[in-house]
């Protein structure tokens, strides 16, 4: 049998089939994107839907991307946002082109499993938006009550069909976002358990008039290795996801029976013995987590002023690291990349770095004294004994009286001999000028160092350009205000500029962004910014977010148009600030 001749239409090249679409959208005198937003001026573009298949296609290229689904009533409701709402039964053909789905809906009838149902009577079954890459969850507000007859077992088995029937319609998703909540999910590759794990984050920790009866019931719907479970061990913290001492064994018991899956564990402590029974039992039986990638031990943060603390404010007893437990033959932890210690060190031993040092990416620590003490009696961090470390985050210390470090220079070795060779180093715990002029030639020995933190830090220009010529690979610095208290008198002239250029320039060739905040002089600040700009060739991205007001704006222009900068304008123009 003859196939039908090509109509002439379909011969024509893509290119020219985009051109005549667009005169006809803009036939009206608006522009195809304009006229995304009104009905009326979309309606010429209707007769070419039956010119061919290759018209077909650019015009609902245009307007169906994005497709929305109303589940919060019976029928429901259907269309793409950017169609004409009259004619939107016209675009149904169109579904392989939809690149977003928006689904709407009552977040309890995911939880009743009415979602579903009314997906499947309305045919959205496998495959019928294949090309969809972006899922929107959008929850209205509706019956909270008519799900609280329903247990956490039937909820969560709702909510895992329901996912399922999603991934079959719309097997392409890699990203959910759930508009105004900050746990929507975004992974190279999401599928069922990602969504449920979110759905169930959703049932957990949203005010909805029945919550979990059990919060670790969705540990037990077999899907542990894609859940982060998080418990407060300590009932006094107050933290919105919280789990009272009563809790305290079911936590252990589930934690050890899904010790070979779970993936991320967050532990609150009010005491450091705590932890140990992580590791161990009481009948002496150790835990091994082969699974685990993230560990934090958190407890109650204890804020540090230095500049206003009194000899006579209390401090906390120093952890006695004889007293802590030892677990010599345990290797718990072997494949641990992130490690977040928020606490001071729970174990008389090496235990948390043991069997993990080939592995670990990132460390986040902050400095107790019995941490110091462990650290420097295992030698846990010499130069070659992390070699995949890449970022080290120093919170200060919290006891900064009872420091076992005689000077700040004494302070800063040691800190810096905590993965000397991460390229990314965050350090909180240096605070004045003095105390930086002491330490700044110690960063000679770290050249690996490609991001700098130094968030406490009070700098003066001299000692950040002597900062970024020991730091040959740095791309990305974060300080303090800058000052300058001791800058040479011939920088004050109005050849300020070209002295600078001729005794420093060039440095840091790779430094690209600075990010700086804290309080100072603006003029002082605005001087350092341009100078630092015209000394380092690539530094292209200020970070001055902290100074919202405009003041630092208008001192900016007016050191650049009365210190001499006018004449560096090709090179400062290139300057793209963050406010």
Avoid at 356 to 377: E, G, M, S
């Amino acid at each position: 049998m003859n196939s039908l001749p090509l109509s002439p239409f379909q011969l024509f090249p893509s290119l020219v089939v985009e051109l005549v679409v667009d005169y006809v959208a803009s036939s009206s005198g608006r522009s195809v994107k304009e006229s995304k937003n009104d009905d009326t001026h979309r309606l010429p573009l209707i007769p070419l839907l039956w010119v061919c298949r290759n018209f077909r296609d650019i015009v609902y290229s245009r307007f169906c991307t994005v497709y929305e689904l109303d589940l919060s009533s019976s029928p429901v409701k259907a269309g793409w946002s950017s169609w004409p709402t009259r004619l939107r039964k016209m675009a149904r053909p169109a579904y392989r082109l939809a690149s977003v789905v928006v689904l709407r809906l009552d977040q309890w009838s995911m939880f009743s499993g009415e979602a579903r149902e009314l997906l499947s009577n309305n045919q959205y079954s496998r495959g019928s938006i294949p090309n969809a890459r972006l899922l929107t969850l959008e929850f209205v507000s509706g019956r909270t009550h008519t799900a609280s007859y329903l247990g956490d077992t039937e909820i969560i088995a709702n909510i895992i069909r329901f996912a399922e029937h999603l991934w079959q319609m719309a097997p392409a998703i890699t990203e959910v976002k759930l508009p105004g909540r900050d746990f929507s999910g975004r992974v190279r590759k999401i599928d069922t358990r990602h969504f449920i794990n979110l759905a169930l984050k959703l049932y957990q920790y949203e005010h909805v008039a029945t919550p979990l009866r059990n919060p670790f019931n969705f540990i037990e719907a077999g899907i542990s290795d894609l859940v982060t479970l998080d418990c407060n061990l300590d009932s006094s913290l107050s933290r919105r996801y919280s789990v009272d001492n009563d809790s305290y064994a079911y936590f252990l018991q589930l934690t050890r029976q899904n010790a070979s899956t779970l993936r991320s564990l967050i532990v609150n402590v009010g005491s450091v013995k705590n932890v140990s029974s992580l590791v161990r039992d009481a009948g002496g039986n150790y835990a091994e987590y082969p699974s685990l990638h993230t560990l934090k031990l958190c407890g109650p943060r204890i804020e540090c002023d230095i500049y206003n603390m009194s000899r006579d404010r209390p401090l906390l007893p120093p952890v006695d690291i004889a007293k802590l437990p030892v677990f010599p033959d345990a290797t718990p932890f072997p494949r641990l990349l992130q490690l977040h210690i928020s606490i001071s060190y729970p174990f008389g031993d090496d235990t948390l770095f043991r069997g993990n040092a080939a592995r670990l990416k990132y460390l986040d620590i902050q400095i107790y004294p019995a941490t110091v003490d462990i650290l420097r009696k295992y030698a846990l961090f010499t130069p070659a004994s992390h070699p995949h470390l890449q970022l080290v985050y120093i919170d200060h210390m919290a006891n900064f009286q009872v420091s076992p470090f005689a000077s700040p220079k004494e302070r800063m070795q040691f800190l810096l001999s905590i993965g000397p060779h991460a390229p990314v180093r965050k350090i909180y715990d240096i605070y004045s000028k003095p105390q930086f002029k002491k330490i700044v030639s110690l960063f000679a020995d770290h050249t690996c160092i490609q991001t700098l933190s130094l968030p406490g830090t009070c700098m003066e220009f001299k000692h950040i350009i002597i900062l970024v010529k020991s730091l040959p690979l740095l791309k990305e610095l974060c300080t303090n205000a800058p000052c300058f208290d001791s800058i040479p008198t011939c920088v004050a002239l109005p050849t300020a500029p070209a002295v600078v250029v001729a005794m420093y320039a060039p440095v840091g060739a790779r430094l690209r962004r600075w990010h700086f905040g804290g309080k100072g002089k603006y003029d002082e600040i605005a001087k350092c910014v341009l100078l630092l700009a015209l000394v380092c060739p690539n530094l292209d991205d200020i970070d001055a977010s902290i100074f919202s007001d405009g003041e630092f704006v208008r001192k900016l222009q007016n050191v650049y148009y009365t210190q001499g900068f006018e004449s560096h304008a090709a090179r400062l123009k290139k300057l793209a600030f963050k406010f």
